[in-house]
């Protein structure tokens, strides 16, 4: 494929953006840039208290309204963009930060999960990160939780002391 027909493929996606995604690129590249910081210079134990609460090794989804899970996925998209832009480290980890950041902005429940893969060959764990907000899954992918087991689940402190009452 030619660079022009690339460029012209890619213009024509952005043009199918809705504009809330082109409005939040910038800021979920900003964040997606702090959070990969953040890996790099401080150990998790510093990270995790900032994801939230810690429910252990559960796969949560915060319910949400229709429109809080159509909030998530375009928060979802605009950090995915984002991340194919971005100079610096933007797995799932990077990205499931920027979009609970993202969502918290928004006031759209989101919890972020860390897990393995399920059917992996002794000796070879794969670790994924991934953010879940009702029916949606911003980040990480859709199948996600069929693919992988939580191994700590992250909710904000409010939610955490609901559900354990």
Aim: hydrophobic content about 50%; aromatic content about 8%.
């Amino acid at each position: 494929m030619s660079r022009t027909a690339i460029i012209a493929r890619k213009f024509a996606v952005a043009l199918r953006q809705p504009a809330f995604v082109w409005l939040w690129l910038v800021p979920a590249w900003l964040l997606i840039g702090m959070s990969s910081a953040m890996i790099a210079l401080l150990p998790f134990r510093r990270i995790a208290p900032w994801l939230g609460a810690n429910l252990g090794a559960t796969a949560h989804r915060p319910a949400a309204t229709p429109e809080q899970a159509a909030r998530a996925r375009l928060i979802g998209r605009a950090v995915s963009i984002a991340a194919g832009y971005a100079p610096f480290r933007s797995n799932c980890l990077p990205q499931a930060m920027a979009a609970k950041a993202l969502c918290a902005l928004w006031r759209v429940p989101c919890a972020v999960i860390l897990g393995v893969e399920r059917e992996r060959p002794e000796g070879d764990l794969r670790a994924h990160a991934w953010t879940s907000c009702g029916d949606a899954t911003p980040t990480g992918g859709a199948c996600s939780f069929a693919t992988h087991v939580p191994l700590s689940c992250f909710v904000p402190a409010h939610v955490a002391a609901q559900l354990q009452r």
